[in-house]
């Protein structure tokens, strides 16, 4: 990897787990799409995994007092079996397929609530959601919008809402590093970034995840749930056009 390529991910480290931190899922899609541009499709996911845990877990030491360890417990025993069948399926999305999924995974969060009546807070809903979000998460890198469908529906605070989704994802971040990460050892692939950069960008995604938090704290519930379904919506849009160029492409 570059210098310049280098300096882009770390930047994107960082933006990325401060977007999260206010809106618990935009950043993950952002990163996974940048981390797509500049990687093979089976290193940016390892990579996303890794960082993406990072953050999560940080954000959920951060806001600890209000994760539902319930919810977690629940959702960590699906995500086991969801990792388990996708990797038997051993498939590696290509670029063009993958900045699909990643455009079209953000119309999820425009589903109407009422054809819905999912709530994390319900032990089999969150077994559904640990099942369908990690299962989501290996084949498309990201799942942020499919998870926020069984918390719409919650009757948790926004900071309640960030903290668990954060908690979660662990899991389905460390599903993604396992899956994708053990061929890649395996084969001996020299396709992962050096750990010098690990090392830098772990400290950036922390700090960003601080910075997101002070942001949250400022918003109230309604501007919450308002901005994320636009700020996602004009993500989604803009990997749908980059899927299209790398079609028409062919590559």
């Given at each position: 990897m570059?210098?310049?390529?280098?300096?882009?991910v770390?930047?994107?480290?960082?933006?990325?787990a401060?977007l999260s931190g206010v809106?618990?899922?935009?950043?993950?899609?952002?990163?996974?799409g940048?981390?797509?541009?500049v990687?093979?499709v089976?290193?940016?996911?390892?990579t996303?995994?890794?960082?993406?845990?990072?953050?999560?877990?940080w954000r959920?030491?951060?806001?600890?007092?209000?994760v539902?360890?319930?919810?977690?417990g629940?959702?960590?025993?699906?995500s086991?079996?969801a990792?388990?069948?996708?990797?038997?399926?051993?498939l590696v999305?290509?670029?063009?397929?993958?900045?699909?999924l990643?455009?079209l995974?953000?119309?999820?969060?425009?589903?109407p609530?009422?054809?819905?009546?999912?709530?994390?807070?319900k032990?089999?809903h969150?077994?559904?959601?640990g099942?369908?979000?990690?299962?989501?998460?290996?084949?498309?890198?990201v799942a942020g919008p499919l998870?926020?469908?069984?918390?719409?529906?919650?009757?948790?605070?926004?900071?309640?809402?960030?903290?668990t989704k954060?908690?979660?994802?662990?899991?389905?971040?460390?599903?993604?590093i396992l899956?994708?990460?053990?061929?890649?050892?395996?084969s001996?692939?020299?396709?992962m970034?050096?750990?010098?950069?690990?090392a830098?960008?772990?400290?950036?995604?922390m700090?960003?995840?601080?910075?997101?938090?002070?942001?949250?704290?400022?918003?109230?519930?309604?501007?919450?749930?308002?901005?994320?379904?636009?700020i996602?919506?004009?993500?989604?849009?803009?990997?749908?056009?980059q899927?299209?160029?790398?079609?028409?492409?062919?590559?």
């Open positions: 570059g210098a310049a390529a280098a300096v882009f770390l930047v994107a480290a960082f933006a990325t401060m809106f618990g899922m935009a950043g993950g899609l952002v990163l996974m940048a981390l797509a541009l990687l093979p089976s290193a940016a996911f390892v996303h995994g890794l960082l993406q845990m990072v953050a999560n877990g959920a030491a951060l806001h600890r007092r209000h539902r360890w319930d919810i977690v629940w959702y960590a025993l699906a086991l079996a990792g388990a069948l996708v990797a038997a399926a051993a999305p290509s670029k063009p397929v993958l900045f699909l990643l455009g995974v953000p119309g999820l969060v425009w589903l609530e009422r054809l819905l009546r999912l709530d994390a807070s032990p089999a969150a077994l559904v959601s099942l369908a979000v990690t299962g989501l998460n290996l084949t498309a890198g998870l926020d469908i069984f918390f719409v529906r919650t009757a948790l605070t926004r900071h309640a809402i960030v903290a954060a908690a979660t994802q662990v899991f389905s971040h460390l599903a993604k899956v994708y990460g053990a061929p890649l050892i395996a001996r692939a020299d396709d970034p050096s750990p010098w950069l690990f830098l960008a772990v400290p950036l995604s700090a960003g995840t601080v910075a997101g938090g002070r942001i949250l704290d400022a918003m109230s519930d309604v501007n919450f749930k308002r901005w994320t379904r636009w996602v919506s004009g993500i989604g849009l803009v990997y749908l056009v899927a299209a160029q790398l079609f028409m492409a062919g590559r």
